[in-house]
């Protein structure tokens, strides 16, 4: 319970004199990995923003753009770096050789999807993101698809914060809850937009293409 106060003490100290930059600065700081919540951040400017500390709509553009802008320079460190960042040992805390696989699959299956869907999965989102600058994609497309994905979780847990800013410290530990049935979802949204996609690629015919295909590598 104590590691919930001391934080919220400290926003509130800070906050009650104005100091929106203090949003600002910690969730950039998130974003690269410091051991700063972003949902705590962003619970606290939804319950302050309630309670009048806060002006709703600065607080809130505060926080989406402090979200979407911490992202953005991790992937353009990221970019920067190139294949210089696995050996760099930040880096190479966040894309650990069992989990580089997986991600540089999943990202050149999926390129944006995978950056949209990866913002809501815990532990995955920053080496994505990162991994999406070291593959050089596009800086556009990833501002893109991270703000349309920020466009899901954010006001969601602004407007937690707001409706129960008198019980944030319960609700910062519920809210791993919410975000699994988000994650859910998610899942589920993905897998029926990759089996049209691949019933789409066999012409309606998918049990065909499936037989086909192992047929093929069996003759390999």
């Given amino acids: 319970m104590e590691r919930l106060i001391l934080p919220f003490a400290f926003f509130q100290a800070l906050l009650e004199r104005g100091s929106y930059p203090i949003f600002f600065l910690l969730l950039i700081s998130?974003?690269?990995?410091?051991?700063?919540?972003?949902?705590?951040?962003v619970l606290t400017a939804g319950a302050f923003s309630r309670e009048g500390f806060t002006i709703w709509w600065i607080a809130f553009a505060v926080c989406y753009l402090g979200v979407v802008v911490g992202d953005v320079i991790l992937f353009l460190t990221a970019r920067k770096l190139g294949g210089a960042a696995f050996r760099h040992p930040r880096f190479q805390k966040l894309l650990p050789p069992e989990r580089l696989e997986k991600l540089q699959d999943f990202y050149r299956r999926r390129g944006g999807?995978?950056?949209?869907?990866?913002?809501?999965?815990?532990?995955?989102?920053s080496p994505l993101?990162?991994?999406?600058?070291?593959?050089?994609?596009?800086?556009?497309?990833?501002?893109f698809w991270d703000a349309l994905s920020a466009?899901?979780?954010?006001?969601?847990?602004?407007?937690?914060?707001?409706?129960?800013?008198?019980?944030?410290?319960?609700?910062?530990?519920?809210?791993?809850?919410?975000?699994?049935?988000?994650?859910?979802?998610?899942?589920?949204?993905?897998?029926?937009?990759?089996?049209?996609?691949?019933?789409?690629?066999?012409?309606?015919?998918?049990?065909?293409?499936?037989?086909?295909?192992?047929?093929?590598?069996?003759?390999?």
């Fill in 30 to 41: 998130a974003g690269l990995g410091a051991p700063v919540a972003e949902e705590l951040v």
């Fill in 113 to 125: 999807l995978a950056v949209f869907v990866g913002r809501h999965i815990p532990g995955v989102r």
């Fill in 129 to 143: 993101f990162a991994l999406a600058g070291i593959n050089r994609m596009d800086l556009k497309r990833f501002i």
């Fill in 151 to 220: 466009c899901i979780n954010t006001p969601l847990v602004f407007w937690l914060g707001w409706t129960f800013s008198d019980r944030l410290e319960r609700l910062h530990d519920q809210l791993t809850h919410v975000e699994h049935w988000v994650i859910l979802a998610l899942i589920v949204g993905f897998a029926i937009y990759t089996a049209y996609s691949f019933w789409r690629s066999t012409n309606g015919h998918p049990i065909q293409e499936a037989r086909r295909r192992l047929s093929h590598r069996k003759a390999r």
